[in-house]
């Protein structure tokens, strides 16, 4: 256990720096550290077979001195209803990125198990918004003004229909539980992209272009090394 808890330490650290697409399989693996079996020695392998068959792969920056007056804090949300097979909690994976009309500067990513079991897809929605926006979204945004002396925009893309409309109304008799069950405010998340004054913006995104969906699940092969791409990652040289 000791051995394959230090194995997947590194494998965190390396997916915190420059491999989002590990994050999701070591969040997994991290929680099953006190009841480490064989099957995840088989999993912890395989992971280590995907990761020298893309050995070379690594996070990209693209970047134009023009975009600096019009940078935008972007961020993209997305969960998994339910998705762990022994106690049935979601995963939320976030990316965010500073983004401009020739820039692309993914800074910040991650993927974690929500601390309570959710009783919907909106609920697990809406708790991944919630992460993405207040725990890295406006923090980012917030260094990025200090850097470019302005206000900087957040942008939140999320591709669940009924979680956004919750958000844009501001409360949701159904989804009033929240507050206790997932300790989050969906009025907090309505003031920061709702709310007269506020330079956010909240934006529904189809499900085929959300670029967080391989931090929260494993997915096909091919779209996830499309969503990957779109994150930013690239074979380096």
Known sequence: KTYAAELVGRLLWLARGTRPDLSQPCNSMARRYRQWERVDDRALHRLF????????????????????????????????HAGEVCDARSTSGVVAALRGPKSWLPVGWGSRTQS???????????????????????????????VLSRIVRLVLRTDNTTAVEVVRKGYSRKLSYLKKHQ??????????????GSPNVLVEQPGVGMIADPLTKPLDVTVHWRHCRGIGLVVVP
Do not use: Q
């Open 49 to 80: 077979r995907y990761l020298r068959a893309y050995e070379a792969v690594g996070i990209g920056f693209w970047g134009a001195a023009e975009d600096l007056h019009k940078i935008i804090v972007e961020v993209w949300a997305d969960s998994s």
């Open 116 to 146: 309570a079991t959710a009783l919907s897809t909106p609920d697990a929605e809406l708790c991944g918004e919630f992460e993405g926006t207040f725990r890295i979204g406006l923090p980012l945004a917030g260094v990025a003004e200090e």
């Open 183 to 196: 300790r989050i405010a969906i009025s907090a998340l309505w003031e920061t992209y709702v709310a007269e």
